[in-house]
């Protein structure tokens, strides 16, 4: 998701090598692509945590009941609405997820230091993330993990879809 991000002030001009290209002056968004531009390893993280949203989606079918539990409805009861049902879970989940990490990982820093000969007043960092981008990227990176080949589907031809409910999903009481 992108992020908007600035410095400014004298200090913001003694930042180190990539952090000056992405911040200082630059008028445009911090996205992976810009940051990707500066380092290809980058790229590492981001494959990393699409493979645990994909285990997240897996994990995730293997605790979705397949059939209606007893009392409860279901619609399109089968493999395409199981699917349905475990995109609907896991794309809600991150919807809500994705921006509420992105509040609490944005960056604002205002420092006023007396430094001399440089005017350190009002200088700082800013990072802050776009949230309506983080819901719709999280909803659509949820359902697609939810019902895609790493989660509904994998789970349903590993036999695992539905496995490991938890009692009250299976209509047990304790």
Do not use: I, K
Request: hydrophobic content about 50%; aromatic content about 4%.
């Amino acid at each position: 998701m992108p992020w908007d991000g600035e410095a400014w002030g004298a200090p913001a001009l003694l930042l180190p090598a990539p952090l000056d290209d992405l911040l200082v002056y630059s008028g445009r968004p911090v996205t992976l692509g810009r940051l990707a531009e500066l380092d290809g390893r980058v790229w590492l993280p981001t494959v990393v945590a699409g493979l645990a949203l994909l285990l997240a989606g897996v994990v995730q079918a293997a605790r979705t009941p397949v059939d209606a539990p007893p009392g409860g409805r279901v619609r399109h009861p089968g493999a395409v609405g199981f699917a349905g049902r475990c995109a609907l879970r896991l794309g809600v989940a991150t919807a809500l997820a994705l921006p509420l990490s992105a509040l609490l990982t944005e960056v604002s820093l205002n420092a006023s230091l007396p430094v001399p000969g440089v005017d350190a007043f009002g200088a700082g960092p800013e990072l802050r993330a776009h949230l309506g981008m983080a819901v719709l990227l999280g909803a659509v990176w949820g359902a697609g993990a939810g019902a895609g080949p790493g989660g509904a589907l994998l789970a349903g031809r590993a036999g695992a879809a539905g496995r490991r409910m938890a009692p009250p999903a299976r209509g047990e009481v304790r």
